[in-house]
């Protein structure tokens, strides 16, 4: 993979909380060409080289094939320089620091912890993170999305199932107080690393990897799916052609797992009921998402449509959380379901074309 190239969405899970459900998400890619602007970028560094870097900026040739040597040569961020001066110093309390708004449109503060391993073990880190966004929210500072290099996925004799267990953890337990953080976004630029990590999430989250579905009917449908697809990234606003995009990859993909087919189903939906509702009040915006779904009926939105839409969200839903399967017929869901959920995103992708082009 080029560094150059645009991170893709791995694997997910979301914690259900009072304010939503939250996404733990996994990314394979470079953190500087991450798409989303994010409120929070957390970096490690070691302090030596921080400070070297505030006095003598030069020297970020030196750590070009670094992160923060990336930031500074790719997104013109300067670690070094922010750490002089930073918002909050908690490096005795907490081991990070974080920096004053940057004025980067797409990294609007920086989070550094310096020395990790050494100074501060990678676990005690990772606790801390959510603490220090803890602190932010009660200053006022609202925290919506952070982006984190895996911490501790550096060293070469990396054990990935303590590394996701400890990140798991660490959300479940920060993300249901948290009234802000909607997403939490690791990143890996290493391939084998990421798919180390990535079956490693599956194996905490007890997940079975059901085959895609396949034969002439299912084909028939990822065509037709992907024809409006296209039709629909010619209508689609910047955000909403990413998430077109990212669909169009899973389904295009006969390896895909049953939870991206669920989660990308799941959120076709959340893109054509918040297109449908601009002008509502954001009190009915934060309704959960059946809710909407089932208030599309005052605007006239047949019963049918509105049950494909239920049909994805239970979908997205079975495939984003953590189930406790206990006594359930069947325990989990087969290729015949995804099969179901590649029909059901192509109806309500045809619905979204008929009402969008009149």
């Known amino acids: 993979m080029s560094v150059s190239d645009e991170p893709r969405l791995v ?104 020395d990790i391993g050494f100074a501060v073990s990678v676990e005690e880190a990772t606790e801390n993170l959510f603490a220090l966004v803890a602190l932010l929210e009660a200053k006022g500072i609202e925290i919506r999305r952070m982006l984190v290099p895996v911490l501790g996925a550096g060293g070469a004799d990396l054990d990935p199932e303590p590394v996701v267990r400890g990140l798991l953890e660490a959300a479940r337990r920060h993300l249901p107080r948290l009234a802000h953080l909607e997403r939490v976004c690791f990143i890996e630029l290493n391939p084998a690393k990421v798919e180390r990590l990535d ?30 697809l296209d039709r629909a990234e010619a209508l689609a606003n910047a955000a909403q052609s990413r998430l077109i995009h990212e669909v169009r990859r899973v389904v295009d993909n006969e390896a ?32 959960e998402l059946w809710r909407r779904i089932d208030r ?34 069947p325990p989990a869901v087969r290729d015949a379901d995804l099969a179901v959920c590649l029909l059901c995103m192509q109806r309500v992708l045809e619905f979204w074309l008929e009402v969008r082009t009149g």
């Not at 799941?266 to 893109?271: A, D, G, N, T």
């Not at 239970?314 to 189930?323: D, P, Q």
């Open 296 to 329: 599309l009926a005052d605007d006239g939105v047949a019963d049918w449509i509105r049950s494909y839409m239920h049909v994805l969200r239970v979908l997205g839903n079975e495939s984003a959380h953590e189930r406790d399967r206990g006594e359930r017929r």
């Open 199 to 228: 079956e490693a999430m599956d194996r905490v989250l007890g997940r079975d990897r059901i085959a895609a579905p396949k034969g002439e009917l299912v084909a028939v449908v990822r065509r037709e799916l992907g024809a409006r």
């Open 11 to 114: 694997n997910l899970v979301e914690v259900d909380t009072r304010w939503g459900p939250r996404a733990f998400e996994l990314h394979h890619g470079d953190a500087t060409s991450f798409p989303d602007p994010v409120d929070l970028l957390a970096v490690s560094v070691v302090a030596g080289d921080l400070r070297a870097l505030a006095q003598a900026p030069g020297l970020y040739a030196q750590v070009s094939h670094t992160l923060i040597g990336s930031l500074h040569e790719r997104a013109g961020l300067d670690v070094g320089e922010l750490s002089v001066e930073p918002a909050f110093d908690l490096k005795t309390a907490l081991g990070w620091w974080v920096s004053k708004p940057t004025g980067h449109e797409r990294f609007r503060r920086v989070a550094c912890v310096e």
């Open 256 to 287: 895909s797992r049953s939870f991206e087919l669920g989660i990308m189903g799941r959120r076709l939906v959340e893109l054509v009921v918040t297109d449908l509702e601009p002008t509502a009040p954001s009190k009915r915006r934060a309704f």
